[in-house]
């Protein structure tokens, strides 16, 4: 990775977690991510609201495209979410178009990599909708019918 291509990466994950931590969540950027440590089991950003955890890699694009993740760096992704009883994405930051969150469910498997496709980003979640995911927010559909007595 390119030393301003890494810059961009560490800059997008500190603006993450201040935007995770903004909404309420317990958060913090992993000590080695990034790092060449072979047996670390990190993930990018870990997230923490109401008990339920999320984690992140975290990807910033100046334009719209694909994104390819290295297979390692998934499998650690969901090895982490499991030992944590977690969720695991994919975190996009699109210059002008802000964060979407795509499940490892929607990732394609490139045989020596995982694609998130044009298609799975255009699906992605918006930090609202990820809030809806992870269940630390009702939707109001919800909100509504709890105060009916349903």
Same mark, same amino acid.
């Given at each position: 990775?390119?030393?301003?291509?890494?810059?961009?990466?560490?800059?997008?994950?500190?603006?993450?977690?201040?935007?995770?931590?903004?909404?309420?969540?317990?958060?913090?950027?992993?000590?080695?991510?990034?790092?060449?440590?072979?047996?670390?089991?990190?993930?990018?950003?870990?997230a923490i609201k109401k008990g339920r955890?999320?984690?992140?890699?975290?990807?910033?694009?100046?334009?719209?495209?694909?994104?390819?993740?290295?297979?390692?760096? +998934? $499998?650690? #992704?969901?090895?982490? %979410?499991? /030992?944590?009883? @977690?969720?695991?994405?994919?975190?996009?930051?699109?210059?002008?178009?802000?964060?979407?969150?795509?499940?490892?469910?929607?990732?394609?498997?490139?045989?020596?990599?995982?694609?998130?496709?044009?298609?799975?980003?255009?699906?992605?979640?918006?930090?609202e909708q990820l809030e809806v995911d992870?269940?630390? +927010? $009702?939707? #109001?559909?919800?909100? %509504?019918? /709890?105060?009916? @007595?349903?």
């Amino acid at each position: 990775m390119s030393k301003p291509s890494r810059s961009r990466g560490y800059r997008a994950e500190r603006e993450l977690v201040v935007v995770l931590w903004r909404r309420g969540f317990a958060v913090m950027r992993a000590p080695a991510s990034g790092a060449k440590i072979k047996r670390a089991k990190y993930p990018d950003v870990v997230a923490i609201k109401k008990g339920r955890v999320a984690v992140f890699e975290v990807k910033s694009r100046s334009k719209e495209g694909a994104v390819y993740v290295d297979k390692e760096q +998934v $499998e650690k #992704l969901l090895n982490f %979410a499991e /030992r944590a009883g @977690g969720k695991a994405y994919i975190a996009v930051r699109i210059a002008g178009r802000g964060w979407l969150f795509v499940p490892l469910s929607k990732l394609e498997d490139t045989g020596s990599s995982y694609k998130v496709s044009r298609e799975s980003l255009d699906e992605g979640m918006t930090i609202e909708q990820l809030e809806v995911d992870l269940g630390v +927010v $009702e939707t #109001l559909d919800k909100y %509504a019918r /709890r105060g009916q @007595g349903g």
